[in-house]
């Protein structure tokens, strides 16, 4: 008997908003980039999730996302993806469906067996060709969501969602759903407490995605889930640890603090640190990121609460946000937030048994493109073989025989 096929996967979630609004600079590097670690982990299945598709100023530059999708299917390092899949979430003139999100698909020509599930008639059909899905026709293989504006209450109605798709990938079955939280509206408001009231709107919102994926119609299966959580560190944490001792002065505007300056006790009124709404300015920048900020990493907590149904791979990479929009600098981040792990790849406990780990098999969880400028959000990936399983006959649809794992049957994600 032939040894059971373990197909390649990259998973890549990448927040795009900066590189459609200066798509002459940053777009070229942004994809060379992207070439690259296609052409060093050598997937044989490319998701691709991408959160604010057409960038901030979407009105004036989702004409250029077309043009962007274009370049990646006439790409040569692609030449070899014989089918291609590409949700784009663009009207935004439906401003209470509208979020921003972008699914992409790429699957080898080594690839025999990948289907893709109808959530109307609960069934897999065969990819064929390349197909762009328009979400404005309501087409029912893919699940997308808007959040309610009372998941955030306070704030204009964001462009903030879910946008999940379900694959049968040589007798595996799992879901990919691209998700993009609320994200920190001022540093002044997070430094207050920890979990900050940001922090527990993301936590509704999560809590919302996995119970409804949970107690739906469909079967349960293993979870893939990446986009930007907006996740931010325990913001007083990590200001306590760059401040010290230092003396803080208020600047108040209507008997409300609009500044916060940390000056140091030797005397000298140096600023080691000044935080206002959208501020965040250190005297020294190397102090975030020394030892590649691990030090960081317990103050990264909101993923904490769901430990039980989430799994991520350990992080050996610096913060993906802010990172400084100046295509000539690739390293520093903006002075306008705490840098934090907003990009993440989380997996149920079910996906992790589908990412095949051995003496000659290793998951990669790292970020792409960490010397140039790809935007203020680094892209990050996850590269992985399927591991191999015991299947039996399951049900089937668009007339063959589909195979579902046993071993991944659960009763929640």
């Not at 009231?197 to 107690?215: D, I, N, T």
């Not at 803080?248 to 300056?261: F, G, H, L, Q």
């Not at 300015?281 to 989430?310: G, S, V, Y």
Request: with cysteine.
């Amino acid at each position: 008997m032939a040894a059971e096929s373990c197909p390649s996967v990259m998973l890549i979630t990448a927040n795009v908003g900066s590189i459609f609004e200066d798509p002459e600079h940053m777009l070229k590097g942004w994809l060379q980039k992207f070439y690259e670690s296609v052409q060093t982990w050598k997937p044989q299945l490319i998701a691709i999730h991408m959160q604010e598709v057409g960038g901030k100023d979407f009105e004036q530059c989702m004409g250029n996302v077309d043009a962007f999708v274009q370049n990646l299917i006439d790409s040569e390092a692609l030449k070899s993806f014989d089918r291609t899949l590409v949700f784009l979430d663009k009207d935004f003139a439906l401003v209470d469906q509208f979020t921003a999100l972008g699914n992409l698909y790429f699957v080898h020509e080594s690839l025999q067996n990948v289907q893709l599930y109808d959530f109307k008639t609960c069934k897999f059909n065969t990819i064929q060709g390349k197909q762009f899905v328009n979400l404005i026709n309501k087409k029912t293989i893919y699940e997308k969501a808007k959040f309610p504006q009372d998941f955030f209450p306070g704030t204009v109605w964001s462009r903030k969602g879910f946008l999940r798709t379900r694959w049968n990938v040589e007798n595996r079955i799992f879901d990919l759903a691209n998700i993009h939280l609320f994200h920190d509206a001022s540093n002044l408001a997070a430094m207050e407490t920890f979990p900050s009231p940001y922090s527990k709107y993301r936590k509704r919102a999560l809590e919302h995605v996995l119970q409804r994926f949970s107690k739906d119609k469909h079967d349960k299966v293993p979870l893939f889930l990446f986009g930007d959580f907006n996740f931010r560190l325990d913001s007083q944490g990590v200001i306590q640890a760059l401040v010290a001792e230092a003396i803080p002065e208020y600047t108040k505007e209507d008997k409300n603090v609009k500044r916060i300056t940390y000056k140091d006790r030797d005397g000298s009124s140096k600023a080691i640190l000044i935080l206002e709404k959208k501020r965040f300015e250190i005297d020294d920048p190397d102090k975030l990121i020394r030892d590649n900020a691990k030090w960081l990493l317990p103050l990264d907590k909101e993923l904490l609460c769901f430990t039980n149904q989430l799994f991520e791979f350990d992080r050996d990479f610096p913060p993906s946000y802010p990172y400084s929009e100046d295509v000539t600098d690739g390293r520093s981040y903006m002075k306008t937030r705490v840098p934090a792990w907003c990009d993440r790849i989380l997996l149920s406990k079910s996906a992790k048994a589908l990412v095949k780990e051995d003496l000659y098999n290793k998951a990669m969880y790292s970020v792409i493109g960490q010397d140039i400028c790809m935007g203020d959000h680094k892209p990050i990936f996850l590269s992985f073989r399927l591991a191999p399983t015991q299947v039996t006959p399951y049900y089937k649809a668009a007339g063959a025989l589909v195979y579902y794992p046993l071993i991944y049957r659960e009763t929640s994600v």
